[in-house]
């Protein structure tokens, strides 16, 4: 049994080095390997995506980083930074508790941090603000929109102080134009802060939109095929979707992926 990532040491950013991490589940008795010598190194305050195909490891592995499951063998640091809350997480289901407001999911990472009440709440109000919830402190989950309740989400992980951001398809079960909304208000959030963010997708295009690094994984047992550095500088706009070097890259990120997609959707 392995233990969880090494903790961050002290400094201002996080880093990530995971190197040779391989993860096995067993059906009955067999053994099905999700992840097969995955290394990767994050920068500190970068801004990467992971795209692969399904079942082939991707939130394995976000959850392997964030000590919420074990390796089966291999090395994880994070290292860079000290925090209590070494990193935070935002999940496709927002993930926000139905029992309590706003302003108290916001205020929950702090919360089993050990912050206080006062400390705790004012700094939810801050990011409340940010994110332009800061008339709905008081409402609960059920009385927000789907695209709301994921900006409580992100808010509540930006809310810890955490310097590393796993999101596992964040604005994946947002509509179009939502989806298209809160891209812009992550980048713009995460610009600001510059967290070092790691963030799973199967939108290729989104990938391209919102990261400066693609990591492109293949088919179950999931391994590294690429490590693509995205070409656009910022501050970018969904008019460089419409650029010939924008359809070049995800042609090519598709090609990669194509018949590992295929070969997952024949073995669902």
């Known amino acids: 049994m392995n233990p969880g990532p090494t903790p961050p040491s002290e400094g201002g950013q996080a880093s990530v080095r995971a190197q040779d991490v391989s993860k096995v589940f067993f059906s009955g008795t067999e053994p099905v390997w999700a992840l097969e010598d995955f290394s990767l190194d994050l920068e500190p305050g970068s801004f990467t995506c992971i795209v692969g195909p399904s079942g082939c490891g991707k939130s394995t592995f976000l959850r392997i980083l964030g000590g919420l499951e074990e390796r089966t063998v291999g090395e994880v640091a994070l290292t ?21 407001t706003v302003l108290d999911n916001v205020a929950f990472g702090l ?4 912050t206080g009440r006062r400390e705790r709440e004012d700094i939810a109000r801050q990011w409340l603000d940010r994110v332009r919830l ?63 963010v790691l963030m799973v997708t199967h939108d290729i295009d989104e990938a391209i939109i919102l990261s400066d690094r693609i990591i492109v994984m293949s088919g179950r047992p999931g391994t590294l095929r690429e490590d693509i550095t995205v070409p656009f500088a ?23 992926l194509r018949e590992d997609v295929r070969a997952a959707e024949e073995t669902a």
């Open 80 to 100: 860079g930074a000290e925090h209590a809350v070494p990193a935070a997480f935002v999940f496709q289901e927002h993930g926000v508790f139905p029992w309590m």
């Open 111 to 114: 919360r089993m941090a050990g």
């Open 134 to 196: 800061g008339d709905f402190a008081a409402s609960y989950p059920h009385q927000l929109s789907g695209g709301m309740r994921q900006r409580v989400a992100i808010a509540r992980a930006f809310a810890t102080g955490s310097p590393l951001l796993l999101m596992d398809e964040p604005l994946g079960a947002l509509d179009a134009q939502t989806r298209m909304l809160m891209q812009e208000e992550l980048v713009a959030l995460w610009e600001q802060e510059r967290k070092t």
């Open 234 to 256: 910022r501050p970018r706009t969904v008019d460089i979707e419409r650029t010939g070097e924008f359809g070049e890259l995800r042609a090519r990120i598709w090609n990669l």
